[in-house]
Nanobody, 127 residues
Framework: VQLQASGGGLVQPGGSLRLSCAAS????????IGWFRQAPGKGRDVVSC????????YYPDSMKGRFTISRDNAKSTVYLEMNSLKPEDTAVYYC?????????????????????WGQGTLVTVSS
């Protein structure tokens, strides 16, 4: 099982980035996928998550309207489009996969539900 996150980098406040998470080694469409982030000295928090069928998503209030999660099951890849980035968005971003009886239709926002984790990609928002 492998999850490979990419697309991080340095961006100015107000800018945009698109993260990708390429998966292999498991039945991708059966798994909900989440993006989490961890800033220095802080815990790992959910950024967004998407169900296996791609029809249901979740965003915390602070990300609504700025971030968009999507997935392409044919390519076993999940994307996170991030717009209007702020310095407080600076963190290492991780993608993760979880499978439950409901993960095809209902993504989990709880990091403890996730079985597989990628290595993370650093996003730095700074002028």
């Amino acid at each position: 099982v492998q999850l490979q996150a990419s697309g991080g980098g340095l961006v100015q406040p107000g800018g945009s980035l698109r993260l990708s998470c390429a998966a292999s080694g498991f039945t991708f469409e059966s798994y909900g996928i989440g993006w989490f982030r961890q800033a220095p000295g802080k815990g790992r928090d959910v950024v967004s998550c998407i169900s296996g069928n791609g029809e249901n998503t979740y965003y915390p209030d602070s990300m609504k309207g700025r971030f968009t999660i999507s997935r392409d099951n044919a390519k076993s890849t999940v994307y996170l489009e991030m717009n209007s980035l702020k310095p407080e968005d600076t963190a290492v971003y991780y993608c993760a996969a979880h499978r439950t009886l409901f993960s095809f239709t209902t993504p989990s926002r709880n990091r403890n539900d996730y079985d597989y984790w990628g290595q993370g990609t650093l996003v730095t928002v700074s002028s």
